[in-house]
């Protein structure tokens, strides 16, 4: 087993592709009596194909659970000083490729 910790939505990921197999399976389980043209399976059995629409709900709300959290931890971290502060645009505060202010370097270019 992994010793990998898991994130915000995996767990609901993992519940969901489980309950989508357990679908599947009971659609095929379903459908074939249907294609052999052999006796129905009594009501109760269709429901389990039902699982499938609930497996993938489940996993999608995992996903989007994982991406909203991801998406926190980005935005939360990748923030510079001043950054949304309205402290000026253009170029103030930045740097170039040669470690000096933005602001420095156009003026040298002038």
């Known amino acids: 087993m992994s010793k990998q910790t898991l994130g915000p939505g995996?767990?609901?990921?993992?519940?969901?592709?489980?309950?989508?197999?357990?679908?599947?399976?009971?659609?095929?389980?379903t459908v074939a009596p249907l294609l052999l043209h052999t006796k129905r399976l009594p009501t109760p059995a269709y429901f389990v194909s039902m699982l499938m629409g609930v497996g993938l709900a489940l996993?999608?709300?995992?996903?989007?659970?994982?991406?909203?959290a991801q998406r926190h931890t980005t935005?939360?971290?990748?923030?510079?000083?001043?950054?949304g502060r309205g402290?000026?645009?253009?170029?103030?505060?930045?740097?170039v490729a040669g470690g000096r202010p933005a602001a420095d370097q156009a003026a040298a270019e002038r």
């Open 10 to 29: 995996d767990l609901l990921v993992r519940t969901g592709a489980i309950t989508f197999l357990v679908g599947a399976v009971g659609t095929v389980v």
């Open 59 to 68: 996993a999608l709300v995992g996903l989007l659970k994982s991406a909203l």
């Open 75 to 83: 935005t939360g971290t990748g923030r510079g000083e001043g950054a």
């Open 87 to 95: 402290e000026g645009a253009g170029s103030a505060g930045r740097t």
